[in-house]
């Protein structure tokens, strides 16, 4: 999905919303958020990010420019956000994008807020993103994991050659998350779920077949942005898609580091992959995602 999931805290006086999505739903994130099932005409005090890519801060800045509330980010994410780049949220590296923001401060490990009537506690959730928190009401053992942890998976782990950090560190979040022994956690995509011993057996099933075969990793990684570029685009000519991989610098970077291919046979790789995946469809001469963004 290009849109994270949004978690709204409310207590009055106090209202806080975990994450944005991104910036193209920004519309219909305010629209919710603004309605009965949202803030139903009550402020909105805080915007806080599990972590600063473009599906879960895109939308900072509509909230913020609507609701004149103050926004937190993660510590480690401020060098990438001030000063505001290409590299912001890995933006030129995938092809995303973002609004531009100003955050107000920031929140690491150790630290708490309120919201919703309950105290939350903060928790590094590195992995995904090295700099990723998480969020714990531990009296009724609510965990907001963000990309860390879904119930079927997890955000894509950065493939490397050998040792690779971002499925160490991954596997330290995982026994974090065990210890803190949540009775729910709501995700950064996917429904809330409460078998969480079960989701973190599969997810440590997966990281370990990474870390043993890389270049498998790095297929995965591949399949799920141009996924997630189809989703954004909602389709992209046939013929354009060898030209869009070699255009864009993280294809370029896990073909010369694992795949070995050039953009012609990579784009047909990654077609026939997807629509067997029932991802994607071909119609027209277009190839079009089969989920809604």
Request: charge should be negative.
């Amino acid at each position: 999905m290009l849109n994270c999931n949004q978690v709204l805290l409310l207590d009055a006086g106090d209202n806080v919303l975990i994450d944005s999505g991104y910036c193209t739903h920004r519309e219909r994130t305010l629209e919710l958020l603004a309605g009965p099932a949202g803030l139903d005409g009550e402020p909105l005090e805080r915007l806080i990010n599990t972590h600063c890519h473009t599906d879960h801060m895109g939308g900072n800045a509509a909230v913020a420019s609507a609701h004149g509330c103050r926004i937190t980010i993660p510590a480690g994410e401020a060098k990438h956000v001030d000063p505001w780049s290409p590299e912001t949220g890995a933006m030129e590296l995938f092809d995303h994008k973002a609004d531009p923001f100003h955050f107000d401060d920031t929140l690491a490990p150790g630290d708490r807020f309120d919201g919703g009537g309950f105290e939350w506690h903060v928790h590094a959730a590195p992995g995904h993103d090295m700099e990723a928190l998480m969020f714990f009401e531990p009296r009724h053992r609510i965990l907001v994991s963000g990309d860390a942890l879904w119930q079927d998976g997890m955000g894509i782990v950065w493939p490397e050659q050998g040792a690779n950090p971002h499925i160490e560190a991954s596997v330290e979040t995982l026994a974090r998350i065990e210890r803190l022994h949540p009775a729910v956690v709501i995700p950064g995509h996917g429904e809330p779920f409460t078998d969480v011993a079960g989701s973190l057996a599969n997810v440590r099933s997966r990281l370990a077949a990474f870390a043993a075969d890389p270049a498998k990793n790095a297929r995965h990684v591949f399949k799920v942005l141009f996924a997630f570029a189809l989703l954004e685009r909602q389709g992209m000519a046939v013929e354009q898609v060898a030209a869009y991989l070699d255009r864009v610098p993280c294809y370029r970077l896990l073909s010369e580091a694992f795949l070995g291919e050039q953009p012609a046979a990579l784009a047909e790789w990654v077609v026939a992959g997807l629509r067997r995946a029932g991802a994607i469809e071909l119609a027209g001469g277009c190839v079009r995602p089969t989920i809604a963004a």
